[in-house]
T-cell receptor, first 115, second 113 residues
Framework: NAGVTQTPKFQVLKTGQSMTLQCAQD?????MSWYRQDPGMGLRLIHY???????DQGEVPNGYNVSRSTTEDFPLRLLSAAPSQTSVYFC??????????????FGPGTRLLVL | SQKIEQNSEALNIQEGKTATLTCNYT??????LQWYRQDPGRGPVFLLL?????KEKRKERLKVTFDTTLKQSLFHITASQPADSATYLC????????????FGTGTQLKVEL
């Protein structure tokens, strides 16, 4: 299994541009989520999904959209990039919502710089 | 909202000693608590999970304790090695919150020869 994969590894955007961060997992996990990590702050939840077709907002959702059309993929879209969105983005998945206490498997991250 | 405190200063210890990292939280008591390891430029890797009704969990050289009265978790690495050098994150799962986690900022551990 490849686990959780993220593309691109690194991206530079200009203010106002849009882009999609890709996330895929091959473990048939129901739960997927996006976090951002900034210096001096813990990982903060942006959006999450409990299964295909179901998404919900996390702690810091503004400026981001998500969709979950398949179990495997959970892309994160930046609608109009701002310098405040410069961060490292991590996608994570976990196997079963029912147990509600599953470990999460993280991808390698995407470093985003917005100029 | 939940506030989590981990030592922001790096912890430097000698090889072979036991490293102890602290995770303190305020507000509600979490349903469970997890510890992750993060190396530079990489995503967090799960280490241990402890539930609210458990006092202690062990895995090889790792031990986690959970004191809901003190609102604190301690993470121990015994017989530490330079390869244990990394940042360690604690994460809390709230009651009824499913798989949503609230993360601390992490503590950097450096194990010196």
């Amino acid at each position: 299994n490849a686990g959780v994969t993220q593309t691109p590894k690194f991206q530079v955007l200009k203010t106002g541009q849009s882009m999609t961060l890709q996330c895929a997992q091959d473990m048939n996990h129901e739960y997927m989520s996006w976090y951002r990590q900034d210096p001096g702050m813990g990982l903060r939840l942006i959006h999450y999904s409990v299964g295909a077709g179901i998404t919900d907002q996390g702690e810091v959702p503004n400026g981001y959209n998500v969709s979950r059309s398949t179990t495997e993929d959970f892309p994160l879209r930046l609608l109009s990039a701002a310098p405040s969105q410069t961060s490292v983005y991590f996608c994570a998945s976990s196997p079963a919502l029912a147990l509600a206490q599953e470990t999460q498997y993280f991808g390698p991250g995407t470093r985003l710089l917005v100029l | 909202s939940q506030k989590i405190e981990q030592n922001s200063e790096a912890l430097n210890i000698q090889e072979g000693k036991t490293a102890t990292l602290t995770c303190n939280y305020t507000n509600y008591s979490p349903a469970y608590l997890q510890w992750y390891r993060q190396d530079p430029g990489r995503g967090p890797v799960f280490l241990l999970l402890i539930r609210e009704n458990e006092k202690e969990k062990r895995k090889e050289r790792l031990k986690v304790t959970f004191d809901t009265t003190l609102k604190q978790s301690l993470f121990h690495i015994t017989a530490s090695q330079p390869a244990d050098s990394a940042t360690y994150l604690c994460a809390l799962g709230r009651p009824g919150g499913g798989n949503k986690l609230t993360f601390g900022t992490g503590t950097q551990l450096k194990v010196e020869l």
